[in-house]
C-alpha cells in the first residue's frame, strides 16, 4: 500500500507534470525521460517551493490532509513499517 503523498509531493508532481509538458511543446532537446533532465527538474521544483507564501503552501497542505485522511478511510489498520533491504555479499 503506497503512503499517502505529503504537501511536498503533491506540489512536485504538479510542478513537473506542468513544466515536463512545456519542455515537451517548446523544447524538443530536452527530453523529461532524461536522468539529468528529471534531477533538475525536482531542484527547479524545490526551489519553486521555497519561494511559495505561506497562504499557497496552505492551500497543498489542506490537498495533503485530505489525501491523507482518504487514505485512512481506504486502508484503516494501515501503518507505515519499513522494510530493511537484504545486503547481499559477505560481510567484512
Avoid at 503506497?2 to 510542478?15: M, T
Avoid at 499557497?56 to 485530505?66: C, F, N, P, Q
Amino acid at each position: 500500500i503506497p503512503r499517502p503523498r505529503n504537501a511536498f509531493i503533491i506540489f512536485r508532481c504538479e510542478y513537473s507534470r506542468k513544466h515536463s509538458q512545456a519542455a515537451q511543446e517548446g523544447e524538443e532537446e530536452s527530453e523529461p525521460s532524461n536522468p539529468t533532465t528529471a534531477k533538475t527538474l525536482s531542484k527547479r521544483a524545490a526551489e519553486a517551493w521555497k519561494q511559495l507564501s505561506a497562504s499557497e503552501k496552505d492551500a497543498y497542505k489542506v490537498l495533503a490532509d485530505k489525501e491523507r485522511e482518504e487514505h485512512a478511510r481506504l486502508y484503516p489498520h494501515y501503518r507505515f513499517r519499513p522494510m530493511r533491504r537484504q545486503s547481499s555479499g559477505l560481510k567484512k
